[in-house]
């Protein structure tokens, strides 16, 4: 074979594996923006009641004592008045106490997304009820309240996770 044949064919072996470079990528970005699209529309849906903070009719310093009383496994402590409910990290879910005008409320301040979804609602569910019933026992009123959430897109050329963060109080 002739050197010439040899590098047309080197240059279309080339330009065939950059090719399909090019396909998968923008293959890539039209699944992402699907995604996207998806996320935008389905997600604050399944939020909505996640979204369902825990209103107590106690101070801040009662609510925290209130939630160091739970078994320790349900709530990790991130820093002081802030916890974490881990799904996979110890902060996929982020709950912390905020003072109210009567009271303080429990809510859920930041969620990693994994898979395209936020996770652990089956967690912050259960340590909701938790944390009703021990209130319930201990006579501190307790009301729900319901929150907003954002999608909070992980920074580019890092790591990190997306998150979904409380944006604003939704009217009841």
Do not use: C, H
């Amino acid at each position: 074979m002739d050197s010439n044949v040899l590098a047309i064919i080197a240059i279309l072996v080339l330009l065939a594996i950059v090719g399909l470079g090019v396909l998968k990528g923008l293959g890539r970005r039209k699944l992402r923006e699907t995604a996207t699209n998806r996320r935008a529309t389905k997600v604050p849906e399944m939020l909505q009641e996640f979204g369902r903070s825990v209103v107590l009719g106690t101070d801040p310093a009662g609510a925290t004592a209130l939630i160091e009383g739970l078994p320790k496994r349900k709530a990790k402590s991130l820093r002081p008045g802030v916890w974490g409910i881990d799904y996979v990290a110890k902060d996929d879910v982020t709950i912390e106490v905020q003072s109210t005008g009567a009271g303080s409320e429990v809510v859920v301040t930041s969620l990693t997304e994994y898979l395209g979804f936020p996770q652990g609602l089956d967690g912050w569910q259960r340590f909701a009820t938790q944390l009703e019933e021990a209130a319930k026992a201990q006579g501190v009123p307790v009301q729900r309240g319901a929150r907003a959430f954002q999608y909070l897109p992980a920074p580019a050329n890092t790591l990190d996770k997306a998150r979904w963060v409380l944006a604003k109080v939704v009217a009841r």
